[in-house]
């Protein structure tokens, strides 16, 4: 059974930093593609980040050069690191894993971004 568990949203200053962790059971991220999404008030999900199994990643353009997708094998855990948030970036962000064409999701964690 895959689990995803989100923590360490919460509420930061705009130019505040935040890192959201993804742990993983029932999936082994290391060699299987990890996402984030992000879900905010009246809009569709959309696609922040990804990792690759070889370990490539990539970024929409929205938060390019200032979020970083990463994993650490040993606790089986992708993260988010954030840095210089936007009021734009307030969502509810997700953790998504693929394993054998099937997509499996996390609760959710918010962020909430001040101006």
Known sequence: QVQLVESG??????????????AASGIIVSINAMY???QAPGKQ???????????ST????????????????????VYLQMNNLKPEDTAVYYCRGTLQRNNYWGQGT??????
């Open 110 to 115: 918010q962020v909430t971004v001040s101006s």
């Open 9 to 22: 949203g919460g509420l930061v200053q705009a130019g505040g930093s935040l890192r959201l962790s993804c």
């Open 36 to 38: 984030w999404f992000r």
């Open 58 to 77: 990539m970024y929409a353009d929205s938060v390019k050069g200032r979020f970083t997708i990463s994993r650490d094998n040993d606790k089986n855990t």
């Open 45 to 55: 999900r959309e696609w922040v980040a990804s990792i690759s199994s070889g370990g």
